[in-house]
């Protein structure tokens, strides 16, 4: 069974870093396309980041230039660090295996306040 557990959230200040982990089981991970997605308060669950098997990155234009994703296939673990952050970055952050539609996992909180 695919199993997706994210971790690495909390609360910080405008400006500050966090970096997010999801470890990925069930699956043969270096194989699949990897997202990050978030979810703010009263508002859908948008895609932030995607990762090919390859490498290949891409990003919402809201958080280019502030967030890189990066995955380590020995682990079976995708990441986010996040620079830079502001108010808006505020939600739930989930990570998900592209297209095949997995269950979510139980994401990481992440608050931006000051």
């Known amino acids: 069974q695919v199993h997706f557990v994210e971790s690495g959230g909390g609360l910080v200040q405008p400006g500050g870093s966090l970096r997010l982990s999801c470890a990925a089981s069930?699956?043969?991970?270096?194989?699949?396309?990897m997202d990050w997605y978030r979810q703010a308060p009263g508002k859908q669950r948008e895609l932030v980041a995607s990762?090919?098997?390859?490498?290949?990155?891409n990003y919402a234009e809201s958080v280019k230039g502030r967030f890189t994703i990066s995955r380590d296939n020995a682990k079976n673990t995708v990441y986010l660090q996040m620079n830079s952050l502001k108010p808006e970055d505020t939600g739930v952050y989930y990570c998900?295996?592209?297209?095949?539609?997995?269950?979510w996992g139980q994401g990481t909180q992440v608050t931006v306040s000051s």
């Open positions: 990762i090919t098997s390859g490498g290949s990155t």
């Open positions: 069930g699956i043969i991970f270096r194989l699949y396309v």
């Open positions: 998900q295996r592209a297209t095949y539609g997995d269950s």
